[in-house]
């Protein structure tokens, strides 16, 4: 079996034992968006003379959607919508797009007017990169981070600190440097 097929298998059988937990009661299902703070780092392993390698900061939409199942446990879907940014600016800028999905399990509790939860799962990550160096790339893995959420009058705002981490692998690419 294939890694990204076996690791999405994971986190699917993941997901349904989530869903599995809480048979008895209806699940309540919810989405809502947010602004998230993306990091992409490019490490070039390409060998040339010229190093290309830089860190992309970018802000960008974040959809979420779920399943409360049981107090203290939901599951989720997140998609961080594409987001260019500049890495680099040897030789010309150098650029990439990238785009995460995620499946995560979701513990909680309440504090008052503040949730308090964990993302355990997988996440994918896809960047295309432009400019000197012309490459498409993908990392996937295990992700998970602490967040939180305040709730004012049946909406939540939630000031997220979520780190994702899709794994500490690091690709060699076949680059292709623009003529």
């Known amino acids: 079996m294939k890694d990204p097929v076996q690791k999405l298998l994971i986190a699917s059988a993941m997901l349904a034992g989530t869903m599995g937990v809480a048979h008895a009661a209806a699940p309540t299902f919810y989405a809502g968006a947010d602004v998230a703070r993306l990091t992409t780092k490019i490490d070039d392993q390409t060998g040339t003379p010229a190093n290309f390698s830089g860190t992309a900061d970018t802000v960008t939409l974040r959809l979420r959607g779920g399943a409360h199942f049981v107090p203290g ?25 990238t785009t995460v999905a995620g499946v995560f399990a979701k513990p909680n509790v309440d504090a008052g007017p503040v949730n308090i939860y964990g993302l355990i799962g997988y996440s994918y990550a896809f960047v295309d990169l432009s400019g000197v160096v012309k490459s498409q790339q993908s990392a996937s893995g295990f992700a998970y981070g602490p967040a939180s959420g305040m709730r004012l009058r049946g909406m939540s705002p939630a000031r997220s600190t979520t780190c994702s981490t899709p794994g500490k692998r690091t690709s060699r690419c076949p680059a292709s440097p623009a003529a």
């Open 73 to 97: 446990l939901d599951a989720e879907l997140h998609a961080v919508l594409p987001q260019s940014g500049t890495y680099s600016n040897t030789s010309r800028p150098n650029s990439l797009k």
